[in-house]
């Protein structure tokens, strides 16, 4: 019996291996639209609704909203969290947009290279990707024989993270992240909101619609930052989840039943399991590599390769994503994290 407030006041847990599945995940999912084109369903989605990739990106906003609380509640000074944040995502995002349009992008262009880089859209991808609002998702002449001619993909999600960071700044600077009982308030305000918007059918904007559904598991996560020494981990509840999640998937709370799961059973997996397990630790946190340099790499194997079926090019493309990982984290960002001392 292992309680959640327990297991997280250390920092021997198995995120770091648990993010990186999930961003493999993310590269799975992908092989099918990227091989076969877009509109096509991997196997998994036509059962549950959901893609691989759309199951790891909840679980990562499950975790995050877990442990961005926790920093937040940890560190004496606004300015200080918002620094180890922005470390934490834009340093990476940055070479990668870099190494994409101005590396990878001029080798593979179909267009002579004077002419590449005399395109507007050569020149906006950055700028439009870094600042998150409204990433480019191609760029002149790449890719564009390949099924699926995009060169990112994922990046989309960030925006929403930067703006569950802020919630997190917003509800914590009025006192509600401290103590059980006041956040259990901005539960109930939030989950009012929810349920206005997903059941009355209230006109809002797509992106909103977006960060609506990306926001739920992360603000599980920081529910249960805070109630974390009140929860219990047990894997008869995973199982119970588990098995709510699957009767009730094709109900009006099939979404928050499946987030339920996948948020607690992430807080299981993260600190239950131990021994060799935790020996992953060992390695880097190589997650976020993965996840910013799957599709651009994805998109160079069916360059090089042509299009394949998806598991001959999900083993062409994870060693080769799995490298570019390796070396971001050792080189960028990793080196960006220390700057917080």
């Known amino acids: 019996m ?29 092989a099918w639209p990227l091989t076969k084109g877009a509109g096509v369903m991997e196997p998994l989605q036509a059962f549950t609704g959901h893609s691989l990739g759309t199951l790891a990106v909840y679980i990562f906003f499950a975790i995050s909203g877990f442990l ?21 995502l834009f340093p990476g995002l940055a070479v990668s947009l870099l190494l ?3 590396v990878l992008a001029p080798l593979v262009t179909l267009l002579p290279l004077s002419d590449y880089l005399m395109q507007p859209q050569t020149w906006t991808f950055f700028p439009r990707g870094i600042t998150l609002i409204s ?55 939030y989950g009012a ?9 209230l006109p809002i904007h797509p992106r909103l619609i977006q960060l609506q559904g990306l926001s739920l598991p992360f603000v599980m996560g920081m529910v249960a930052w805070v109630w ?49 397990i935790r020996n992953y630790n060992r390695f880097g946190d190589y997650s976020y590599g993965m996840y910013i340099y ?3 790499l994805q998109g ?16 062409m493309a994870f060693p080769i994503t799995l490298g570019a990982s390796i070396l971001s984290w050792n080189f960028i960002e990793s080196p960006a994290l220390a700057l917080r001392k």
């Open 2 to 30: 292992v309680w959640l407030g327990t297991g997280a006041q250390g920092r021997d847990n198995n995120f770091n291996l648990i993010r990186m599945i999930a961003a493999t995940l993310v590269l799975v999912s992908h």
């Open 68 to 88: 961005i609380t926790a920093s937040y509640t940890r560190t004496a000074r606004l300015p200080r969290f918002l620094l180890a944040r922005g470390l934490r």
């Open 100 to 102: 994409v349009a101005f």
């Open 135 to 189: 990433p480019q998702y191609t760029l002149p002449g790449v890719f564009i024989t390949n099924p699926y001619p995009t060169v990112e993909g994922p990046i989309w999600t960030l925006i929403h993270e930067v703006a569950c960071y802020g919630l997190v700044v917003l509800v914590g600077m009025v006192g509600m992240l401290r103590r059980n009982w006041p956040v259990l308030g901005f539960l109930g305000v």
């Open 193 to 201: 909101s929810w349920i206005a918007t997903t059941f009355f059918n």
């Open 228 to 276: 974390r020494h009140n929860i219990l981990l047990s894997g008869w509840i995973v199982l119970g989840l588990a098995l709510a999640a699957l009767v009730g998937k094709h109900s009006l709370i099939a979404y928050p039943l499946l987030i339920s799961f996948l948020t607690y059973a992430s807080l299981w997996l993260a600190y239950v399991p131990n021994g060799k």
């Open 294 to 296: 799957a599709m651009p």
């Open 300 to 315: 160079l194997v069916i360059w090089i390769f042509g299009p394949t079926d998806p598991l001959p090019h999900i083993i």
